[in-house]
């Protein structure tokens, strides 16, 4: 016991030891142990919570790809607004593949404990190309004429049994886009240590676990802003959507510990998704991705929400417009997904820019929104 | 005992519990009051505890983690309720006769009602100082706070509380 000099020091330690004097906690040793085991098994299944959450969204499948992802923010319940909202239907494709066989909806493991220590088959509406790769979703942050909004990309990766969900996120915090018009926010050396995901509520609740060694994520960086700290977290709210396919709600702990904020953002409670509106790019190139190397003819394929479901495309080389269209999104006032062919262009690096159609002119108003990829198109 | 550095997750769990639980609990007593929510509080920092073993693998370091999670989630919880108690003198007993226990019972409810009434950061340092004696130096590394500050909380925690349970009394 410690020596106080002061005697009000030693009337407080008195009084404190006297005020929990007569605390004594039933034996709760077995309800811990019960918990660590759930831990242990929940980490373990994580994969088939992402499976079965993956079964809700079987229009992925309808529209005739396989590559993990919706849109957040749409009606994912699988109303045919919600269709295209994966790439679909972009023939000739680099990223989509396939649709795999349709796994019944009765077959996801998550409430079968028996089978956690199984190895994860191949869920339904997941991408599994040829070599075990597949197709993530991943958001990053971008500049537009409205401010920094959220660009979504698909990103090969070799899963090699990780669960799509903390491996969409690591990619999110961690890994530099493919166009370099994009980027994440999150403080270098950011670490997506491990995500809970718990399925059993009314919302999938999804712990995500980050560490970084060089900086509190708790506290927003002094050169980061507070509106790019709140988008660097619907930047993880989406992505984790996206890979899940459903929506979900997301708490944080940051080094070990439950964070009430993250990058100095309230996460006190769980976040949901903002309004796509406020946080969404309004136009997606999603295929051809950055850096493309493909021959004509080939179809653009991505997502927009224009005035009048107007969208417009060019294909320019320098200040020179090569080709140039128009075509119409399925439906306008709400991400929508848009497709046009490019049937004949020569050979060549090129500039694919989509915009949509800005009825102000670009005299007032929010101004046009752009999306932009470098293609190179082959002989 | 074992080998502590061969322990795994469950047992390091199971040999902490022993040693440590009832002393954890009563600790976030001080910091929430309220002995259900401080159970939970702990029993929450096992948990988490054992998920973390791998990279703590040492009893003493164990034990830190496990203090500094009560402390941060007992913060958290009242963050969580929103309101923060506010100090309401107790009324005159009524009852000079009322024995020994009463009293006593009494007593310990105006101090834990005053320690509600402080700042988060006085109540803390005053509950890891007084409470579970740890020096100046452990306590500012674990609130990550410098010495000053912790001399600071701790003086000016005292003060409050002398004074808070003098008009009590």
Do not use: C
């Amino acid at each position: 016991m410690t020596d106080y000099r002061d005697p009000d020091d030693e009337r407080v330690h008195d009084l404190l030891h006297d005020a929990v004097r007569d605390i004594d906690p039933p034996d709760r040793l077995d309800s811990i142990r019960a918990r660590t085991r759930v831990r242990s098994i929940r980490r373990r299944r994580t994969w088939f919570l992402g499976a079965g959450a993956a079964v809700v969204a079987t229009a992925a499948t309808v529209a005739g790809v396989a590559v993990v992802g919706g849109l957040p923010g749409t009606d994912q319940a699988g109303g045919p607004g919600f269709a295209g909202g994966t790439p679909g239907g972009a023939a000739g494709s680099t990223l989509t593949t396939p649709a795999a066989p349709s796994g019944s909806p009765t077959e996801p493991a998550a409430t079968d404990a028996s089978s956690t220590a199984a190895t994860p088959s191949s869920p339904t509406a997941t991408a599994e190309a040829e070599g075990g790769t597949q197709a993530l979703p991943v958001y990053y942050v971008g500049e537009t004429s409205y401010g920094l909004r959220l660009f979504r990309e698909f990103h090969r990766t070799q899963l090699d049994g990780q669960d799509p969900v903390s491996a969409a996120l690591t990619q999110a915090v961690s890994t530099t886009p493919d166009d370099g018009d994009y980027r994440t926010d999150w403080p270098e050396g950011t670490r997506v240590e491990e995500v809970d995901v718990d399925g059993s509520g009314a919302h999938t609740m999804v712990t995500v676990h980050l560490a970084n060694d060089g900086v509190d994520l708790r506290q927003r960086p002094e050169q980061m802003s507070r509106d790019q700290a709140r988008l660097a977290l619907q930047q993880l709210v989406y992505t984790a959507e996206a890979a899940a396919q459903s929506q979900l709600r997301m708490s944080f702990v940051v080094d070990g510990e439950p964070a009430d904020s993250v990058l100095g953002v309230d996460t006190s409670r769980p976040l949901k998704e903002a309004d796509q509106v406020d946080v969404v790019a309004l136009v997606w190139i999603i295929d051809p991705p950055e850096g493309a190397r493909l021959s004509a003819p080939f179809t653009v394929s991505g997502l927009a929400n224009a005035f009048e479901a107007t969208v417009h495309w060019e294909l320019s080389q320098g200040d020179t417009v090569v080709k140039r269209g128009t075509t119409t999104a399925e439906q306008a006032f709400v991400m929508a997904p848009y497709e046009f062919t490019v049937k004949s262009v020569p050979p060549g690096d090129y500039t694919l820019t989509v915009t949509d159609d800005d009825p102000t002119g670009g005299t007032e108003g929010p101004g046009v929104s752009v999306d932009t990829k470098s293609i190179t198109v082959l002989p | 005992m074992t080998d502590s550095r061969a322990w795994d997750a469950d047992h390091a769990v199971e040999e902490l519990y022993a040693a440590h639980y009832r002393r954890l609990v009563r600790l976030s007593v001080l910091l929430v009051h309220d002995v259900g929510t401080a159970e939970e509080v702990v029993q929450d920092a096992f948990v988490a505890m054992h998920g973390k073993w791998r990279g703590l693998r040492d009893p003493d370091r164990a034990l830190a983690y496990l203090r500094q999670s009560v402390v941060n989630r007992s913060r958290s919880v009242l963050r969580h309720r929103g309101v923060q108690a506010r100090y309401v003198p107790p009324s005159q007993p009524d009852h000079p006769s009322a024995d020994e226990d009463v009293l006593a019972a009494e007593r310990r409810t105006h101090v834990l009602e005053a320690l509600r009434s402080l700042p988060d950061r006085q109540r803390e340092v005053l509950a890891l100082r007084y409470y579970l004696d740890l020096s100046e130096a452990q306590i500012a590394e674990m609130l990550g706070i410098s010495r000053g500050a912790v001399k600071s909380h701790a003086s000016r925690g005292v003060h409050a509380l002398r004074s808070l349970v003098k008009d009590a009394s």
